[in-house]
C-alpha cells in the first residue's frame, strides 16, 4: 500500500456500509491531508500523520479488548503510529500483537472499518497535534491470555453492551454502532 492505495482504500470506505453521512466529511479530511502531505505516514510530521488501529474481536466476537493506555489515561482501541510504513491494515495486526501479546491475528476483512480524527494533547516530547486514525476490524484466531505490554496500564476484553460502565471515547462509540448494525 502506499499513498495512492490509501486514497483508494479511502474511496472503497466512502461506499462501504460502514462509512455513515457524518463520515462522509471526514474522509474528504483523510483525503485531503494524504494529498497535500508526502510525509502523511511519518510521525515525525509534526502537526499530524496517519496511525493505525482497530476493533480486535476476541475468538467467538463476543467482546473487544481494549487497552488502559498509559499517554493517555484512556480506554481505547489497539493501535499505533506508522512510523513511514505505508500498510495500515499491516500496521494495525503489528500494533495489536504487540500491544497484547497475541500473535494470531486476522484480518475479517482489508477494507477500512473506521475513520477517526483527534487531537493528541501536548507532552514532554512532542507539541499537540492530529492522529489521522484509519482503523480495520481484526480477529484473534486462537483464545489465548493476552500481555499487558508497557505502553498499558491494563489490557481488557469489553462486551459491547458493556460499553456504557465505562468512560469510552465518543470514536469507540461510534465504532460500536457501526458492530451493533
Known amino acids: 500500500m502506499n499513498r495512492k492505495d490509501l486514497l483508494e482504500a479511502i474511496e472503497l470506505y466512502k461506499n ?3 462509512c455513515s453521512e457524518n463520515d462522509i466529511e471526514l474522509a474528504h479530511q483523510f483525503v ?5 502531505n ?8 509534526s502537526h499530524g500523520h496517519l496511525t493505525a488501529s482497530c476493533w480486535l474481536w476476541n475468538f ?8 488502559h493506555h498509559k499517554k493517555l489515561n484512556k480506554w481505547l482501541q489497539l493501535g499505533g503510529h506508522a512510523d513511514g510504513h505505508t500498510n495500515l491494515l499491516e500496521v494495525a495486526i503489528k500494533e495489536a ?6 500473535l494470531e491475528i486476522e ?3 482489508p477494507q477500512i472499518f473506521d475513520l477517526s ?7 514532554r516530547f512532542e507539541s499537540a497535534h ?3 486514525d484509519v482503523r480495520y476490524l481484526l480477529q484473534v484466531k486462537v483464545d489465548r491470555p493476552f500481555i499487558v505490554s508497557s505502553e498499558s496500564f491494563n489490557l481488557k476484553w469489553i462486551k459491547p453492551e458493556e460499553f456504557e460502565k465505562l468512560d469510552l471515547d465518543s470514536s469507540i462509540l461510534k465504532m460500536q454502532q457501526k458492530i451493533l448494525l
Not at 500483537?97 to 497475541?102: F, K, V, W, Y
Open 97 to 102: 500483537q504487540e500491544e497484547s501479546g497475541l
Open 60 to 67: 467467538d466476537q463476543s467482546a473487544c479488548l481494549f487497552t
Open 130 to 132: 492530529l492522529h489521522y
Open 117 to 123: 480524527l483527534h487531537q493528541i494533547p501536548a507532552n
Open 32 to 36: 485531503d491531508f494524504i494529498k497535500k
Open 16 to 18: 462501504s456500509k460502514w
Open 38 to 45: 508526502d510525509r502523511c505516514f511519518q510521525r515525525e510530521l
Open 107 to 109: 484480518a475479517l476483512s
